[in-house]
T-cell receptor, first 115, second 116 residues
Framework: KAGVTQTPRYLIKTRGQQVTLSCSPI?????VSWYQQTPGQGLQFLFE???????NKGNFPGRFSGRQFSNSRSEMNVSTLELGDSALYLC??????????????FGNGTRLTVT | AQTVTQSQPEMSVQEAETVTLSCTYD???????LFWYKQPPSRQMILVIR??????QNATENRFSVNFQKAAKSFSLKISDSQLGDAAMYFC?????????????FGKGITLSVRP
């Protein structure tokens, strides 16, 4: 069974631009979560989607948004990029909403660099 | 708000030896879940082991086991018979058992190196 697939693996953008990251969950998984990983802040929760609905949201500005499609694939969008948005963005899927019995399975991440 | 603390940024272990990675957390909740994730250079986070707070018995997965001390809010990971492939960053994570709050709160991680 294929794992969580994130595209692209690497991305370089300029300040002020916008970017869209894509995540394809494991087949059959209906929940997708997004996390931002930086050396200074560590891993921080962005949002979680289940059945095309945002279930939970972290403390990020409105420039960060996401959506989930009917096939469970998810996209994350960051508008008006800032230097501080440079990070590894990790997507994770789970069968149901993330829980003990439905743990997260992570992708390899998208490394975003903002110059 | 819940916090997870991993106070050791780096640790090193000799191959075949045992190493313990520390993790403490702070919460006012009584029911929650704890996890250890491994992140090798490939960047993919891999679930190593998980523990339900209401279970007193410590979880074990092959060479990996935890020492869960609920009163002390401590959740350490023991790796026995360390192998070169165990070298990675290890993250401790907390999740509330309350259904509405499904996010994981991670510690800052610890880099484990394994000496041949």
């Amino acid at each position: 069974k294929a794992g969580v697939t994130q595209t692209p693996r690497y991305l370089i953008k300029t300040r002020g631009q916008q970017v869209t990251l894509s995540c394809s969950p494991i087949s059959g998984h209906r929940s997708v979560s997004w996390y931002q990983q930086t050396p200074g802040q560590g891993l921080q929760f962005l949002f979680e989607y289940f059945s095309e609905t945002q279930r939970n949201k972290g403390n990020f500005p409105g420039r960060f948004s996401g959506r989930q499609f009917s096939n469970s694939r998810s996209e994350m969008n960051v508008s008006t990029l800032e230097l501080g948005d440079s990070a590894l963005y990790l997507c994770a899927s789970s069968l149901m909403v993330s829980s003990y019995n439905s743990p997260l399975h992570f992708g390899n991440g998208t490394r975003l660099t903002v110059t | 708000a819940q916090t997870v603390t991993q106070s050791q940024p780096e640790m090193s272990v000799q191959e075949a030896e045992t190493v313990t990675l520390s993790c403490t957390y702070d919460t006012s909740e009584s029911d929650y879940y704890l996890f250890w994730y491994k992140q090798p250079p490939s960047r993919q986070m891999i679930l190593v082991i998980r523990q339900e707070a209401y279970k007193q018995q410590n979880a074990t997965e092959n060479r990996f086991s935890v020492n869960f001390q609920k009163a002390a809010k401590s959740f350490s990971l023991k790796i026995s018979d360390s192998q070169l492939g165990d070298a990675a960053m290890y993250f401790c994570a907390y999740r509330s058992a309350a259904g509405a709050n499904s996010k994981l709160t991670f510690g800052k991680g610890i880099t484990l190196s394994v000496r041949p």
